[in-house]
């Protein structure tokens, strides 16, 4: 190995505590590092616009699905590591939590690397390490975002391997081929590896000045192909490790007192005899935080639950008090979508006017690996493996937290069991730190269930008013929504960003009428409830797509009209609309829309844009002793270019799986001041049972990717209910549904 | 006390041990994090191990309970052979083979479960897989893939060894 290649990190990266070496990758291997800037994207919000226009404005930035701009790192950072052995390592900032982004990403980067898929391994960036990402990953924007600078990070790479190849072999860069991880003459008389030409390397890397040359998608090898995941080798043995599963010794085990019910603040606690049960090593009492380290985690929750701890409790909030405050108010929002002029046309409508009302409950994230952290705070630096889809948050709470520097902090991302928005931060960290900092060794703080049900936060309940004016023969002249929720986004911003957004982009996540009609309005209001909401899968996505596709399905049945061609009719003569189109029909053949079926059973159809991702869902059911079966979900989605068609395939199974759920079984309710559910035992998730066949057609679309991981999940509470109508001509309007 | 895991003798000694249950002392006693946990009241199984080959919830097991008795767990699924290499077995082949997983937090008590399931019928029906199946929660909805891995698994089984299943 070069010792001109001497790490250039300031603090030696370390490798997963409990991960045994058995696979031989595992080993950390200093090879070859180098930095490539990455593109930042930052997006200068100071226009002088007024704010309303200004709302609108943001709202339709916005809409692409990815919230709040945001930027990655734009230091120069190592994202690839090529040993002597020509294996490359892919240090990837974004999460890896069941999506398949590890696998898609390295796709991206092996291609333009030119480097064979067999030699490569993929490890989640630590933030001392780097590369950082600042946006988290959230918003099924991971590929899109990467997609360009990955190809150019990956490229710059090959680049800087070809001219100093061609130094070494005294070549022509002209002369020299990269393929396969071996740069080649182009009469075949010599080559050299990576890994030997990094050996072989005298001096320092320079990155080249010039943007690289991209390879066109018609030379794609990897891109495109449903390439096996890299993670699944370890999860299938039990041997990746995750927040909760982590490690290192010395470590003891934390657990704090939550608040009993919703509102309640710390008042003072006493420590009393708790200090000499078994197992109790420290027991830390401050303003805001009581919490106990312990030998064992049995120790630590007998010391908590022995502990006296006292709250300010507040006039127990109930269910109906929810509902109060998430109703439609008439006027009360902000217009994140205007044009034409609805209101006028709805006045001046003839004919009745159509209106609808729907509603969705409080949901629980319920991934299956709760909140869990390990921390190791020490005089000058800080280490945390934690379960979370945003390190640099969490960093950033250990800023503020240890008043240490970002560089002291070693954020070492794990795999997430389950994040769904529930992990964008963590839970676990803060407490395992403030415990770790206490007692002077490493702390591991694991939530349990009853914890994650009554002291997380949940997605919030949605009202939905839709009105129509439309013509006898189906043409909508004129759709207003008017959407009431809980905050998503909003919770998580600051007041200032708020003010500039002037709406909650997370709650009217597919609040805006997808169909072409000339006059259309969309008016989101944000509630600030009691109870703490927040990111949930899809965001608003789920529930708005449930009020408007079902109420297009009940504009078709007012004019006697096929719920598919009175969709055609209606969606706009745009770009969009000829994609939507497009899926709609195929989701149609592929589900043999309008085909004879079974005695009672119906189908439904239902469809969404998210992030510009298109997709289209049919679900076939029947009804037995007032129960909603569902047979089989048809779901067509075109997320523009497609990476890995499997991996987007299993997205969608997930999601259409996940929205099933929430369609037919879940609902949180408040009761006395608490979330009614403490287990599942109250809040039943879907099982394999109740899962339908589900048949995903993956069509892939220009040179651009776009998101996969949430939109599916927007369709299917409609197509459901739809289908339900079309079966027993009830319409139901709030989920979960209900026959009566 | 001794518990047998994967073949091999275990002593646990720490004061208490009886009645702690078996998910934490693997967990966090043994450091064996391959066993997860999801909802400790034997729910969503997550935590599923085989005890004398049965699926059992090792959340909701104290130790005093399997002492004496023969555990697996997703670390000892795989056959580890004289040359150092790994047979996996059929069921963590099909669900490799069938891409199974997201997350993975649920996958190795679904792994487990279907283990102890096929162990008992090499050659179930679907309505058998689902019935076998339907105990076991996995939030990323891989459901309809483990359903098909669940079959592949006992196919796989049966091409390895035909005798067994005839």
Redesign the interface.
Known sequence: MSQNNAPSTPMTPITPP?KSARKKWRITRRGFLIGAGVVGSGVALGYVFGRPALHLTMAEMLDGGGGPPSSISTEPMAWIEVAPDNRATFHIPKIE????VHTALAQILAEELEIDWANINVVHANTIRGPIDGSGTTGSTTVSSMYPVLREVAANMREMLRAEAATQLGKPVADLIATNGTITTKDKAASRTYGEIIVAKRGKWDVPKDKPVLKPVSEFKLIGKSL??V???D????????G??V?VPNML?GAFAHPPTIGATLKGATAGTVGSM?GVVKIVIEKDFVGVAAE???AARNAIDALQVEWNEVKPLQQADIDAMIAVREGQGTIIQNEGDAQKVLAAQSLPLLQANYNTPFAA??????QAALADVQADKARIWVSTQMPSLVRGEMVTLLGMKEEQIEINPA??????GRKVGSDAAMPAARLSKAVGRPVHV?W??QEEFQNGYLRPPTAHMLKAALSADGQISALEHQQSSGEVAAAFLPPVMMAVFGSDFGAWRGARIHYGMPNRRTVARVVKLPVKTGWWRGLGLLANIFAIESFIDELAASVKMDPLAFRLKNLGATEEGERFRNVLNTVADKAGWGSPMPDGHARGIACCTDGKTIVAQVAEVSVTNKKIQVHKVHCVIEPGLVINP?GVK?QS??????GL?STLFEEARIEDGKVNAR???AYP?????D?P??EVTVISRGETPLGVGEPPIGPVAAAVANAVFALTGQRLRSLPLKLA | MKITINGSEKEIS???AAT?MLL?VL??DL???????????G??G?CTVHVDGVATRACITPLAAVEGKQIR???G??DKLNDGT?K?HPV?EA??QE?V????????GQ?MTAAAFLAQNPKPSVDQV??A???????????????RAVTRAAEIAQEQNPERAA
């Open positions: 409990t939590m069941g999506q398949g096996q995941r993670d699944l080798p999860k299938i043995v039990g041997e990746a490790i995750y909760y599963d490690r085990y078994p064992s985690r049995q994230h319920a991934h299956l690996e709760p795999y997430v069991g389950g994040g769904f694991g349990v269930r499997d299993a199974e997930g999601a259409i799986t996940m759920s287990n599942f035992d998730l879907i099982t394999m049972r899962t066949e589900i | 720490a004061p208490g702690q934490w967990r966090d450091g064996m994090i391959g066993t997860k946990f999801g909802c400790g009241v729910i969503c997550s767990t997703v670390e699924l795989s790994i996996l963590q669900w490799l891409q997983p997201q997350c993975s937090w649920c996958q190795s792994m689902v019935d199946m339907s105990n076991n929660y996995c939030r990323c909805g891989c459901y309809t893939r483990i359903k």
